[in-house]
């Protein structure tokens, strides 16, 4: 199984399935939309194709909206929360028929703080995945990139 580079998840998981479109990796700021669109060739088989955030299935916030029987999924008003891996899962009676490759989704944006205390700053941004490259701006909101 490989590994697919700027991701630390397997490469497409397939059995028997051509994925004629796969999702990219997209790099939005925060509080934007994004959708990941993906297909395969045996549409007789797939019955409803699912999304996976860091192999796990999505949490129900309301945020996240499937199309299309599922091909298509949008989030909008991303949050720092949102990065990581999503992978599309084509599946049939309750079986996963393959898995797509993943893409990474990386959310630009501030860290939600006003405090001028840099550790307040670095936890903020550590519950949420971020890099802890951060600067202070002149209002006192730290961001990072």
């Known amino acids: ?76 008003q991303t949050k720092i929360e949102d990065r990581g891996d999503y992978r599309c899962v084509a599946t049939r009676k309750g079986k996963v028929l393959g898995r797509s490759q993943n893409a990474a989704l990386n959310v630009l944006g501030t860290c939600d703080t006003t405090s001028s205390l840099i550790a307040k700053a670095r936890a903020c941004l550590r519950r949420a995945g971020a890099p802890l490259r951060i600067f202070k701006t002149f209002n006192g909101i730290f961001k990072y990139f």
Request: charged fraction near 20%.
């Open 1 to 76: 199984m490989s590994t697919l580079p700027g991701s630390s998840l397997a490469a497409s998981q397939s059995t028997g399935l051509k994925w004629v479109t796969q999702p990219k990796p997209q790099i939005v700021e925060a509080g934007s939309n994004v959708s990941f669109t993906c297909s395969a060739d045996e549409p007789r088989k797939i019955e409803l194709y699912e999304w996976e955030h860091n192999n796990l299935p999505l949490s129900g916030d309301n945020r996240f909206t499937l199309k299309n029987s599922g091909k298509t999924l949008e989030i909008s």
